[in-house]
């Protein structure tokens, strides 16, 4: 894992398995999130989510009172989640997959996005990966079928659910 961490940490792009579906991060650096949106289709206006790399690092850097058992909570209720602290901040994840263990012991905030062209739908296998993302991508780590399912968001503004 210490090779895969010091390549996160030179700005190298992982596809990676979450809990719902296939994923692509980074570490923050301007040039890859440029990149990203390139590859993507996305309007520069729509923030990336972060994957925490952990609840009370979650808590400590939107500088919430939420407490980390209610945050859990929603983890445990739901497939997969995405918490919303603030409308202009990035919205936060924590996931149920082994690939957690890479963002905690990175010990960063590990900027994230689907691995699908902005407007089409998400990626649960491995094999249906646009080559226009898959060729930008320094790492792959195939993880099976996943769920397919978006994650379900979190509003701590509005204190209410929102399925996708």
Same mark, same amino acid.
């Given at each position: 894992?210490? #090779?895969?961490? +010091?390549?996160?940490?030179?700005? *190298?792009?992982?596809?990676?398995?979450?809990?719902?579906?296939?994923?692509?991060?980074?570490?923050?650096?301007?040039?890859?999130?440029?990149?990203?949106?390139?590859?993507? %289709?996305?309007?520069?206006? !729509?923030?990336?989510?972060?994957?925490?790399?952990?609840?009370?690092?979650?808590?400590? #850097?939107?500088?919430? %009172? !939420?407490? @980390? @058992?209610?945050?859990?909570?929603?983890?445990?209720?739901?497939?997969?989640?995405?918490?919303?602290?603030?409308? %202009?901040?990035?919205?936060?994840?924590?996931?149920?997959?082994?690939?957690?263990?890479?963002?905690?012991?990175?010990?960063?905030? #590990?900027?994230?996005? +689907?691995?699908?062209?902005?407007?089409?739908?998400?990626?649960?296998?491995?094999? *249906?990966?646009?080559?226009?993302? +898959?060729?930008?991508?320094?790492?792959?780590?195939?993880?099976?079928?996943?769920?397919? !399912?978006? +994650?379900?968001?979190?509003?701590?503004?509005?204190?209410?659910?929102?399925?996708?």
């Amino acid at each position: 894992m210490d #090779f895969y961490i +010091s390549e996160a940490k030179t700005g *190298k792009i992982f596809i990676y398995p979450t809990d719902t579906i296939y994923g692509i991060g980074w570490i923050f650096r301007d040039d890859v999130v440029n990149k990203i949106y390139e590859i993507k %289709n996305r309007p520069p206006q !729509k923030l990336f989510p972060i994957i925490m790399p952990s609840f009370q690092y979650m808590i400590d #850097f939107y500088q919430t %009172n !939420k407490i @980390e @058992e209610e945050l859990k909570n929603y983890l445990n209720q739901y497939h997969g989640v995405m918490y919303i602290f603030d409308y %202009n901040k990035p919205w936060a994840r924590i996931i149920k997959h082994p690939f957690q263990a890479f963002v905690t012991e990175l010990w960063v905030p #590990f900027i994230t996005t +689907s691995c699908n062209i902005s407007g089409q739908a998400p990626i649960a296998e491995i094999t *249906k990966l646009p080559t226009e993302i +898959s060729d930008q991508a320094d790492y792959v780590i195939d993880g099976g079928v996943l769920a397919g !399912k978006p +994650s379900v968001l979190i509003d701590l503004v509005e204190n209410k659910v929102i399925e996708r």
